[in-house]
């Protein structure tokens, strides 16, 4: 059974496809979209434990 890791970020509207971009670049796939405790879009991405990139 795969084990995943996970990491949230705050979306900036102007600049959405950007930043999911980086982090898909890294192996981060998009898990969900939803509007944070204070108003703005978060994202939650995952990916398999032990994948390369940035932060691993």
């Known amino acids: 059974m795969p084990r ?3 990491v ?3 979306l900036l509207i102007h600049n959405t496809a ?9 192996g ?3 898990v969900q ?3 944070g ?4 879009l978060v994202a939650y991405l995952k990916r398999p434990v ?3 990139g940035a932060g691993a």
Do not use: Q
């Open 18 to 26: 950007a930043i999911l971009n980086n982090w898909g670049s890294d």
């Open 28 to 30: 981060w796939e998009l």
């Open 37 to 40: 405790p204070e108003g703005g």
């Open 4 to 6: 995943w890791e996970y």
């Open 8 to 10: 949230t970020t705050p």
């Open 33 to 35: 979209i939803v509007t």
């Open 50 to 52: 032990g994948d390369a």
